[in-house]
């Protein structure tokens, strides 16, 4: 059980294109995802928190206007990243829980190229 | 500020060895604390964790951690390494019940020599 699936896998776009990641929940329901972005060989570092119905919270220094995140279901949340540029290149992932905050369930990632 | 600081950037050992990786933290009150596993171009496997209670907590795969409140651990240990346990093995602590947001060490890259 607690699987989560992210969608796609891997994408590569054109600078100046807006790309859109999916994180579902496949088997529970997620009132709150977070979404995670990490370097090559570096760690996780926490962009923002989405909630279900609401606005996400994003950490200082992400750019909200550029990472645009939508929770319309229990199941599914996306970022958009808009107006992609190589530096946004990065491998993204996001994670859910079923229930306390704490217990979070990774996706497998998406590994953005901007060209 | 809560921070968690994992001093083994790369660890070789020969398979069937034994295994410690390090992972101290900063944290005020009873820390929530994490050991995620993640391979290449993968998300992360949740190897343990610790809320409370015995300070010795076992995971999958053969893992085992301790936390240590006075030394500000929680080593992740393995008694037999095999080869599929090459990956990048990162510890975590929550900076917040609330938020649920967790804190990253910088990780460490475990090699298994054959």
């Known amino acids: 059980g607690a699987v989560v699936s992210q969608h796609p896998s891997r994408v590569i776009c054109k600078s100046g294109t807006s790309v859109k990641i999916e994180c579902r929940s496949l088997?529970?329901?997620?009132?709150?995802m977070f979404w995670y972005r990490q370097f090559p060989k570096q760690s996780l570092m926490l962009m923002a928190t989405?909630?279900?119905?609401?606005?996400?919270?994003?950490e200082q220094g992400v750019e909200k206007d550029k990472f645009l995140i939508n929770h319309a279901s229990l199941t599914l949340s996306t970022l958009t990243v808009t107006s992609a540029h190589p530096e946004d290149s990065s491998f993204y992932i996001c994670?859910?829980?079923?229930?306390?905050?704490?217990?979070?369930?990774f996706g497998p990632g998406t590994r953005l190229t901007v060209t | 500020a809560q921070s968690v600081t994992q001093p083994d950037i790369h660890i070789t050992v020969s398979e069937g060895a034994s295994l410690e990786l390090r992972c101290n933290y900063s944290?005020?009150?009873?820390?929530?604390l994490f050991w995620y596993v993640q391979s290449p171009g993968q998300g992360l496997q949740l190897l343990l964790k610790?809320?409370?209670?015995?300070?010795l907590v076992q995971g999958i795969k053969g893992f085992e951690a301790e936390f240590k409140r006075s030394q500000s651990s929680f080593n992740l240990r393995k008694p037999s390494v095999h080869w599929s346990d090459a990956a990048e093995y990162f510890c975590?602590?929550?900076?917040?019940?609330?938020?649920?947001?967790?804190?990253f060490g910088q990780g460490t890259t475990l090699q298994v020599k054959p």
């Open positions: 994670s859910a829980t079923p229930g306390a905050l704490y217990e979070q369930y």
């Open positions: 088997d529970f329901q997620a009132t709150t």
């Open positions: 989405s909630n279900e119905g609401s606005k996400a919270t994003y």
């Open positions: 944290y005020g009150a009873t820390p929530y």
């Open positions: 610790y809320f409370s209670g015995d300070t």
């Open positions: 975590a602590v929550v900076s917040s019940s609330n938020t649920g947001k967790l804190i």
